[in-house]
């Protein structure tokens, strides 16, 4: 891709398809499109043509905005079919010779040998810590020895969903270069060193699903989705005051809270529901207690998922939440009782470029594309242009990012 990098975020909600330039290591964000997302429902596809149509004029966009063409790009991928579970891989080593990058591919190569329904597929592998001879090493490039073992964190997802996903993305035209996981780029994204390297887990809570990813002595050790995001509770207001899902997002937005109690018993707000168009006054409180019941649900999904991932006593750092729903007012408190930890509501901070429209926490993952990307591409060590169901488009997390923390001179 050269000096250029291309990111889609391809949301339940908006489309986003961000130009950076490589610069000095780092993105320089010169081209930002975004569209309203069609055709997708809780991170997957539902209808590939108003899919396409969408990426197609969040891309116009974005090449209008930048004077680039945009042929190829990055992607987002969700759905509620993510699931993550460890591994182990081994290699014989050859006597009397320091351990090559092939070495270490291979050791990831076998331990990418595990059962998967044929109904699903790997999307990454992720190098958690190596071994030779049963001694932990901290970057096993050029140590001799006479076995490698690698523990991997082995991602797989429904072949169907990155499938539907890749022909909305070719109908527009652009070539997915990588498909790489919501949670993963947004984790990329918004934590800090300090953070990845204690334990946290980061929630990505969208329009359509919350994706989190566990991270833990620096790399990502669990991923899993919840098919719950703000969508949903927009889906609450319109029951509640009957009035259509754009009239309910703006209730939402104007008047939503999270906490019933921290709302005033007598603030009130007026809509004009279906029928008679006779204008009704709510009670803001009466709001918040069904705002506050979704996300107390979605929060007791994702500490389901937590326990369920074991790791539950190695989130010390606690915590982040982003995503366009984690601006709502009063939901770290909900995140921090629900999961009883810290929580940190994060955006991206360390963008450059055009990019003030982007400092917000709905752009964590679209940023976090570009950054992941670049630093898979750029450590050498390319994906198999062809993966075992023969897409062109490679995954990231074999290598690169997550790879690179095993490499000599890399004090992360
Ligand atoms: N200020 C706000 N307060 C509350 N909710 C908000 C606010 N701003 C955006 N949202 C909600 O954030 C959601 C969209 O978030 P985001 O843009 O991250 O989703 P997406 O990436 O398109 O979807 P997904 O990742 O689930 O596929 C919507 O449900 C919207 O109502
Ligand atoms: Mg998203």
Not at 91 to 114: H, Q
Not at 189 to 200: A, K, P, S, Y
Not at 343 to 357: E, H, Q
Request: aromatic share 6%; glycine share 12%; net charge negative.
């Amino acid at each position: 891709m050269g000096d250029l990098v291309v990111g889609i975020d391809v949301g339940t909600t908006k489309v986003a398809a961000i130009v950076g330039e490589v610069r000095a290591d780092d993105v320089y964000v010169v081209g930002v499109g975004v569209e309203p997302s069609r055709g997708m429902k809780r991170g997957v596809v539902t209808d590939i043509a108003q899919l396409s149509q969408a990426i197609g004029a969040a891309v116009h966009k974005a090449e209008r905005s930048s004077g680039y063409d945009i042929s190829r790009a990055f992607v987002s991928l969700a759905g509620s079919q993510v699931k993550s579970t460890s591994s182990r891989g081994t290699v014989g080593l050859v006597p009397n010779r320091g351990i090559r990058a092939e070495d270490m591919e291979k050791a990831l190569d076998s331990a990418r040998t595990i059962a998967v329904p044929h109904t699903h597929e790997i999307v990454a592998v992720i190098p958690r810590s190596f071994a030779i001879d049963d001694h932990s090493i901290r970057s096993p490039l050029g140590m001799f020895g006479f076995r490698l073992d690698v523990e991997v964190c082995v991602i797989t997802t429904l072949s169907t969903v990155v499938s539907n996903l890749e022909q909305a993305v070719r109908a527009a035209g652009i070539y997915p270069d990588r498909f790489i996981l919501n949670a993963l780029a947004a984790g990329d994204c918004v934590l800090t060193e300090t953070e990845r390297d204690m334990g946290v887990v980061v929630i990505d809570i969208g329009g359509g699903t919350s994706d989190l990813a566990i991270y833990c002595e620096g790399v990502p050790w669990f991923v899993s989705v919840v098919p719950i995001g703000g969508d949903l509770i927009t889906n609450d207001i319109t029951h509640l005051v009957h009035v259509p899902f754009e009239v309910a997002e703006a209730v939402k937005l104007q008047h939503g809270h999270a906490v019933e109690r921290e709302v005033s018993e007598t603030d009130t707000f007026v809509v004009q529901p279906f029928g008679e168009g006779i204008p009704t006054e709510f009670h803001r409180r009466e709001l918040a207690m069904v705002i506050e019941e979704r996300t107390k649900e979605l929060f007791d999904h994702v500490r389901k998922e937590i326990k369920h991932s074991g790791l539950d006593d190695v989130l010390r750092a606690g915590a982040v939440i982003t995503g366009g729903g984690s601006q709502l007012p009063g939901i770290k408190e909900i995140a921090a009782r629900s999961l009883d930890c810290p929580v940190r509501l994060a955006r991206p901070d360390r963008v450059t470029g055009m990019a003030d429209s982007l400092r917000t926490p709905a752009y964590s993952t679209s940023i976090g594309l570009l950054r992941l990307g670049l630093q898979l591409d750029s450590v050498g060590v390319q994906p198999a242009a062809q993966n075992g169901n023969g897409r062109s488009g490679g995954f990231g997390g074999l290598f690169g990012g997550f790879f690179r923390r095993f490499l000599p001179g890399d004090d992360d």
